[in-house]
T-cell receptor, first 116, second 109 residues
Framework: GAVVSQHPSRVICKSGTSVKIECRSL??????MFWYRQFPKKSLMLMAT?????????EQGVEKDKFLINHASLTLSTLTVTSAHPEDSSFYIC????????????FGPGTRLTVT | GQNIDQPTEMTATEGAIVQINCTYQ??????LFWYQQHAGEAPTFLSY??LDGLEEKGRFSSFLSRSKGYSYLLLKELQMKDSASYLC??????????WGAGTKLIIKP
C-alpha cells in the first residue's frame, strides 16, 4: 500500500511556457503533500507544503507566483511551473502524508523537467 | 538553527559492512528517517527511529541516540545494488523533515 504517482515522469518544454506536474496518492487520502526539488548530486530541497483545501506554505526563497501549487482533493496535488526558464530544469519530487500518520511520507517517482 | 550532518561519500567492498553516521540538531524531535535513493529515482523509505536503540531489518539496521543527536545506518553483507545515496532526515516539532545532503555509497567488487 501507500503508493504515490507522479505525471509526467519526464517533460521537455521551451522557455516561457508553463508545465503542470501531478501528484496522486493512489490508495490513501493525503491531507498533506510536499513538493521537493533536487539538483544533481544534492539533497532534497523542500519547496512547499500543501494541505487539502488551503493555500500552500512556501519555503523561504521559493516564488509562489512561479511555482503554483493546488491541492484540490485528498488525493491530488499539482505543481505548475509558470514561464519556465532553463534554470528551472531539475528533478521535482512530491510526497504525501496520510492524515492518520504523522511520521511517514510516501514519495512519488519524481519528474525530470528540462527547459530548453 | 536546524542542521543535519552526514558524510558526503563512502566506499566499501562487496560482502563487507558499512556504517553511515548522521548527527542532527532540530527544533523539537519526532523521529529520524533513513532513505535510499538511486540516481535519477525518488527516495525509498528504509527505517524510522524515534526511541533510543537499534532497529534491525534484514541486512539494514538503524540506531538512534536522542541524547547525543546521533544516528547511524548499518548495512551488512553489502551487494553491488546497495550503491546509492543514503539520506538522513529528522522530523522536527512540526513533523517537517529536515534533510541531510546524503551520503553517496560506492560499493567495489
Amino acid at each position: 500500500g501507500a503508493v504515490v504517482s507522479q505525471h509526467p515522469s519526464r517533460v521537455i518544454c521551451k522557455s516561457g511556457t508553463s508545465v503542470k506536474i501531478e501528484c496522486r496518492s493512489l490508495d490513501f487520502q493525503a491531507t498533506t503533500m510536499f513538493w521537493y526539488r533536487q539538483f544533481p548530486k544534492k539533497s532534497l530541497m523542500l519547496m512547499a507544503t500543501s494541505n487539502e483545501g488551503s493555500k500552500a506554505t512556501y519555503e523561504q526563497g521559493v516564488e509562489k507566483d512561479k511555482f503554483l501549487i493546488n491541492h484540490a482533493s485528498l488525493t491530488l496535488s499539482t505543481l505548475t511551473v509558470t514561464s519556465a526558464h532553463p534554470e528551472d530544469s531539475s528533478f521535482y519530487i512530491c510526497s504525501a502524508r496520510p492524515g492518520t500518520d504523522f511520521y511517514e511520507q510516501y514519495f512519488g517517482p519524481g519528474t525530470r523537467l528540462t527547459v530548453t | 538553527g536546524q542542521n543535519i550532518d552526514q558524510p558526503t561519500e563512502m566506499t566499501a567492498t562487496e560482502g563487507a559492512i558499512v556504517q553511515i553516521n548522521c548527527t542532527y540538531q532540530t527544533s523539537g524531535f519526532n523521529g529520524l528517517f533513513w532513505y535510499q535513493q538511486h540516481a535519477g529515482e525518488a527516495p525509498t523509505f528504509l527505517s524510522y527511529n524515534v526511541l533510543d536503540g537499534l532497529e534491525e531489518k534484514g541486512r539494514f539496521s538503524s540506531f538512534l541516540s536522542r541524547s547525543k543527536g546521533y544516528s547511524y545506518l548499518l548495512l551488512k553483507e553489502l551487494q553491488m545494488k546497495d550503491s546509492a545515496s543514503y539520506l538522513c532526515a529528522a522530523s522536527d516539532s512540526n513533523y517537517q523533515l529536515i534533510w541531510g545532503a546524503g551520503t553517496k555509497l560506492i560499493i567495489k567488487p
